[in-house]
Nanobody
Framework: QVQLVESGGGLVQAGGSLRLSCAAS????????MGWFRQAPGKEREFVAT??????????TDSVNVKGRFTISRDNAKNAVYLQMNSLKPEDTAVYYC??????????????????WGRGTQVTVSA
């Protein structure tokens, strides 16, 4: 069983940056991919980015509000995935969740395909 724990959230002013971290514990993660989702109050959980664990290839949401500002990366040795968020906007305010896929191919953007989830970390961007 893999446990995921997010950290790095907080309160930041618009235009600022945050770096979210997600550490996998319980066993070494040798699955297919890890990803980040977010959920704002009253909205559905939204895909942000994913990274293939073996080769580091990445895929981002098509949302114009995220592309070019967020960067996902991984550190296999540390069993960790990161989300660097720059030029933050108030609409980025949400709980950000880390998730992992055990087996698969390609990129997964739907929450139901993910096998493990963290509890989330709150990101609040003030105007």
């Amino acid at each position: 069983q893999v446990q995921l724990v997010e950290s790095g959230g907080g309160l930041v002013q618009a235009g600022g940056s945050l770096r979210l971290s997600c550490a996998a514990s319980g066993q070494t993660f040798n699955g297919h991919a890890m990803g980040w989702f977010r959920q704002a109050p009253g909205k559905e959980r939204e895909f942000v980015a994913t990274i293939n664990w073996s080769d580091g290839r990445t895929y981002y949401t098509d949302s114009v509000n995220v592309k070019g500002r967020f960067t996902i990366s991984r550190d296999n040795a540390k069993n960790a995935v990161y989300l660097q968020m720059n030029s933050l906007k108030p609409e980025d305010t949400a709980v950000y969740y880390c998730a992992a896929v055990r087996r698969g191919s390609g990129y997964y953007t739907i929450p139901q395909f993910y096998d493990y989830w963290g509890r989330g970390t709150q990101v609040t961007v003030s105007a």
